[in-house]
Each structure stands twice: as structure tokens, then as C-alpha cells.
């Protein structure tokens, strides 16, 4: 059997126990090994930490974001730490379960001083120097700290809590992103979500910023299959196939893009990748794309940025 439908098999399993969350973090980790902080995954997130910075410089003019919030961190915070190094002082990271743990911050830090020991974390962010040496402090005192406090001297604050409604004031945050999160969430939650994250960003000089990987996460997975490939599924055999841990929405950019329209939230700027229109069209794809653009189907990943100040 094919490893991406043995893959789907186990996390449908999983997702029916308790604790299933954790379960598939052990799962991803030892098994399939898609979870560990690689330096690609870490470089990755980097990269969109640099990216969100820099259109948030762009649209207010101003070096970082007082505050920012993001949605579904996961289990290596590394574009909240990012934001603490440049000078953040108000970090909140939203997720309906707690996912990072001591360990898993202490192994994100790490990357963070690795990379800045191969010279190579200036090419990201531009930290200031006080804060680069609490990272260290953390790291050299590690017994000292419990998750607790390595998150209050880092400005980090977790809220556990569902992003359809936030405990947050209406118009507080400067910067709100999220990274490979939103191909997770169904419509008739994303929708909400966003209502939500436009109450909360500031309508002045307030910055959105969010990367979405529209491709068949099995397939990165499994080479024998192309990121295309759970477009040839109806939405009732998808249902059969997604599970609740790690579920894929499988929508499109038009999609995304008219969710951004209803919702009258600005689209200041929307890069993407072009994707394969050859694999595209190795698969006999289900009614739901079928009479789309190609060219938008074929689109893998994107990065929408909207300047609220534009409303
Ligand atoms: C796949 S993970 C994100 C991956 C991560 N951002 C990364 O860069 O690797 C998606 C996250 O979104 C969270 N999530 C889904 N729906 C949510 C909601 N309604 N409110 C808050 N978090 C939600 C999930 O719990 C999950 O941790």
C-alpha cells in the first residue's frame, strides 16, 4: 500500500483517540518524521518571518509590529521568537490545543543560535543585540526556567482558546499573521477566523500576512504521488480520507480570494507559486476543479497581505 494512504489510514485512527494531538506529534516525530525542527522547516519560517516583517515595514513605515498575533504556531515558535528578537514586547500565539512545551522552545532557541553562530540570521531578521543575549541567557540557564517563564521573558503569551472568538480588544494588534496554517482550516471556520482577526488588528496602520500551502501535504510524504493529487477526490470521499488532526481543506486560491472579498478585507498584495501544470494534468480531477483555470488550480502556495489602513 501506497506510504501517504497508510499515513492517512493511522492519523484517522489517531484522531478518533484521546490525546490525539500528542499522539501524532510522537507519531509525525518518530515515524514518519515530518515534525522534527529540521533546517529547512526552521529556514522556512524564518523566511516568512522575514517576509511579514518586511511588509509590515512597507504599509506603516514603522522598523516591527509593538504586538502581533498568529494563529496555529505549532510545536517550534519560530516566527513569534523571530518577533521578539526585533523588538516585540506584546507576542500572542493562538491555538485550540498547547502544542510547545519547554523542550521544544529550548530546540527552536537552538536553531535560532546556530544559525546566528553560520552568520546567517542577519540575512533574516534584523534582531537587536539585548535580545539576542536573553536567547542566550535562556540557553545557559536552561534548568532555571520552567515553560512559564521562558515564555514571559521571550513575550510570548499562549492563548489557548478557538480563534472564532478571541479574548482579545477590538483594534490592539499590529501585526497579525499565521504560516502554512490556513489549508488546515475548513471554510465555515476560516470565515470566521478572518471576521475575527479584522476585529482585532489595528484599522490604522494594522498589517495581515499569511502563507498558505495549497498543496497535498501526503505528497511530501511520499514521493510516488504529485501535490496534486487529493484534487481528484469528490468532497465525500475527501471526507472519508481527511482526519481531524492534521486536515487539509484542499481549497484553491480563487477560493481564498473571494472569502478576502465577502469579508471586505484588503488584498494589498498576493504573491504565489505557479506550480506544475504538467502534474496538474497527470490527474483526472474531481467536478469541484475541473472547471476552473488551470493556471489558478495549478497554484501551490500563496501569501496574501492586506493593509488595513486601505478600508
Ligand atoms: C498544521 S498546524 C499549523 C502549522 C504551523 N503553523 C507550522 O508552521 O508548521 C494548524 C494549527 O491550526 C490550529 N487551529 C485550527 N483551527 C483553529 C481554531 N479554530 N482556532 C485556533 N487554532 C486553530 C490547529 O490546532 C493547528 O495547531
Sequence with gaps: MKKW?????????ISYLPFSKNINYFFQKYVTKGENLNDEYFLDRLGHAKEHLTCYQKYTGNPFPNSSL??????YPVVPISLFLVGSDTIYSVDISMLTSKERIATTLRKFLDCHNAGKLKDFINYKKERFEVLQSILSNLEKYDLEAILKVLKITYIIEDARK??????????????NTFEHIYPEILIPILKEFKRVVKKQNGVMSHFIDMSDHFAHLDKTINIYNFLQFTDNQWKWIDNSIQPQSRIRIYDYKKIYKDLN????????????IHELKTIKLSATYRNQSMDEVAISHCHFISNMSEN
Aim: hydrophobic share 40%.
Design 5 to 13: 494512504k497508510q499515513k492517512a489510514i493511522v492519523q484517522k485512527i
Design 265 to 276: 478585507i484588503p488584498i494589498s498584495e498576493l504573491t504565489f507559486r505557479k506550480g506544475n
Design 166 to 179: 478571541l479574548s482579545l480588544p477590538e483594534n490592539a494588534i499590529d501585526l497579525v499573521n499565521s504560516n
Design 70 to 75: 498568529e494563529i496555529g504556531t505549532g510545536w
